[in-house]
């Protein structure tokens, strides 16, 4: 079955991977770095926002079971798009925002997905979200990699005291 990547940042990769990885056609989703020049990034150097880097999820997809296109929408809804400086709690450039795409068919779902998003009137403010095209994907550390099944009552404290789950619920209309 032909598989294709997509890498989303969406502010802290450990609420990143949940909202993807039980759907069909999704083989993986693992948390990591992108989007700088340092190779093998560790946590903490990412932390200083001074790498270029931040914090994504890869996701690992087949597309004729879970287009890419569906995959934006999954990404959008975990997310405050009109957010420039980080996500909820998480402030500071290794937490921004974006969609790496991997294909000119990419680019152009996420361009296209983005303006509809900015079309729909939803946010007061522009959609802030860039969209890059990829570079390499350095993983996370073992103990960031499904945070949310191996922690999950932190992962649940850090979710609504974050100000994430509340958001997505009070603007997207979906649980977390």
């Given at each position: 079955m032909k598989t294709e990547k997509a890498t989303f940042a969406g502010g802290c990769?450990?609420?990143?991977?949940?909202?993807?990885d039980t759907l069909?056609?999704?083989?993986?989703?693992v948390?990591?770095?992108?989007?700088?020049?340092?190779?093998?990034?560790?946590?903490?150097?990412v932390c200083t926002n001074a790498t270029g880097h931040v914090?994504?999820?890869q996701i690992t997809f087949q597309p004729d079971i879970f287009p890419y296109e569906k995959l934006l929408e999954v990404f959008w809804t975990q997310i405050d798009p009109t957010d420039a400086g980080g996500q909820f709690f998480d402030r500071g450039a290794s937490y921004k925002t974006a969609i790496f795409y991997h294909s000119e068919e990419q680019r152009l779902?996420?361009?296209?997905?983005?303006?509809d998003l900015d079309n729909s009137g939803r946010f007061a403010k522009p959609v802030a979200t860039q969209i890059l095209e990829a570079k390499p994907f350095y993983l996370a550390e073992d103990y960031h990699?499904?945070?949310?099944?191996?922690?999950?009552a932190h992962?649940?404290?850090?979710?609504?005291g974050s100000g994430r789950a509340g958001f997505i619920e009070k603007n997207w209309g979906v649980g977390q």
């Amino acid at each position: 079955m032909k598989t294709e990547k997509a890498t989303f940042a969406g502010g802290c990769f450990w609420c990143m991977v949940k909202p993807f990885d039980t759907l069909d056609g999704i083989e993986e989703v693992v948390s990591g770095y992108t989007g700088g020049d340092l190779p093998n990034p560790t946590y903490e150097q990412v932390c200083t926002n001074a790498t270029g880097h931040v914090e994504a999820v890869q996701i690992t997809f087949q597309p004729d079971i879970f287009p890419y296109e569906k995959l934006l929408e999954v990404f959008w809804t975990q997310i405050d798009p009109t957010d420039a400086g980080g996500q909820f709690f998480d402030r500071g450039a290794s937490y921004k925002t974006a969609i790496f795409y991997h294909s000119e068919e990419q680019r152009l779902a996420a361009e296209k997905s983005k303006q509809d998003l900015d079309n729909s009137g939803r946010f007061a403010k522009p959609v802030a979200t860039q969209i890059l095209e990829a570079k390499p994907f350095y993983l996370a550390e073992d103990y960031h990699q499904d945070y949310y099944k191996k922690n999950p009552a932190h992962y649940n404290r850090y979710s609504v005291g974050s100000g994430r789950a509340g958001f997505i619920e009070k603007n997207w209309g979906v649980g977390q």
